[in-house]
C-alpha cells in the first residue's frame, strides 16, 4: 500500500554535529515532500519542503534531498544546536487532487550540549 | 496564533459521551484534514474535505463522524469511543495551490477516555 518508511527513530548527536534522516516512499507518482519538526507539546511545523521538479534545497543549516529514481529523501540539519531537538516527520503527497499527505513514523532528534 | 485554532485543547469523555472537536482556518484554504497522532505511531490522516466535500475516509470507524459546514470550519464528532481512541487530534489545511502545498496545523485537541 502507500507508505512513507522513516529512519532512524531516534538519533542523538553532539551539538556542532550533523544530524541527517531519510524517508523511502513507494507511490512513484509523489511530487511534493514536506518537513515537519514537532517540539514537545506543540504542533508541527513546516521547515522546509521539496517538489519533484528539484534535487535539492537548502535553508540556512538545513537541506532536503530528493533521489525519485530511488524514491528516497533525507533531511540534514548542519551545526545542531539544543533547540533542534524535536521530533521530525518526513511526509509524501500521494495524489495532487486529494492531496492526500501520507507522513513518516517521525524521528526524534536530541542534540546533546 | 497559528491562523487553524482548535478547541477545545484538552478534553475528557467517557465511552457513553458525545463530544465534539471544533477547528477554525483563517488562512483562506479550501481543504481542511483530521489526522490522529497517537504515542510512538506516524500522523494518521482520517479525513480529508476539499471546497466542503470529504474527498478522503481513511477507514475510520463510524464512531468518528466529520463534518464541514464550509471552508473555514471542520468538526470531529465523537460518540461511544474506545480508550484506545485517547490521542491528540491535529485539524490541517492548505491552501488552492492543491497537493503542492504544505498543511498547516492547529495546536490540537487532547483526547483522554475513559
Known amino acids: 500500500g502507500e507508505n512513507v518508511e522513516q529512519h532512524p527513530s531516534t538519533l542523538s548527536v553532539q551539538e556542532g554535529d550533523s544530524a541527517v534522516i531519510k524517508c523511502t516512499y513507494s507511490?512513484?507518482?509523489?511530487?511534493?515532500f514536506p518537513w515537519y519538526k514537532q517540539e514537545l507539546g506543540k504542533r508541527p511545523q513546516l521547515i522546509i519542503d521539496?517538489?519533484?521538479?528539484?534535487g535539492e534545497k537548502k535553508d540556512q543549516r538545513i537541506a532536503v534531498t530528493l533521489n525519485k529514481t530511488a524514491k528516497h529523501f533525507s533531511l540534514h540539519i548542519t551545526e545542531t544546536q539544543p533547540e533542534d531537538s524535536a521530533v521530525y516527520f518526513c511526509?509524501?503527497?500521494?495524489?495532487?487532487?486529494?492531496?492526500?499527505?501520507?507522513f513518516g513514523q517521525g524521528t526524534t532528534l536530541q542534540v546533546k550540549p | 496564533e497559528t491562523g487553524v485554532t482548535q478547541t477545545p485543547r484538552h478534553l475528557v469523555m467517557g465511552m457513553t459521551n458525545k463530544k465534539s472537536l471544533k477547528c477554525e482556518q483563517h488562512l483562506g484554504h479550501n481543504a481542511m484534514y483530521w489526522y490522529k497522532q497517537s504515542a510512538k505511531k506516524p500522523l494518521e490522516l482520517m479525513f480529508v474535505y476539499s471546497l466542503e466535500e470529504r474527498v478522503e475516509n481513511n477507514s475510520v470507524p463510524s464512531r468518528f463522524s466529520p463534518e464541514c459546514p464550509n471552508s473555514s470550519h471542520l468538526f470531529l464528532h465523537l460518540h461511544t469511543l474506545q480508550p484506545e481512541d485517547s490521542a491528540l487530534y491535529l485539524c490541517?489545511?492548505?491552501?488552492?495551490?492543491?497537493?503542492?502545498?504544505?498543511?498547516?496545523f492547529g495546536n490540537g485537541t487532547r483526547l483522554t477516555v475513559t
Open positions: 507511490d512513484s507518482a509523489s511530487n511534493y
Open positions: 511526509a509524501a503527497t500521494l495524489s495532487s487532487n486529494t492531496g492526500k499527505l501520507i
Open positions: 490541517a489545511s492548505r491552501g488552492r495551490q492543491g497537493g503542492n502545498s504544505p498543511l498547516h
Open positions: 521539496i517538489r519533484s521538479n528539484v
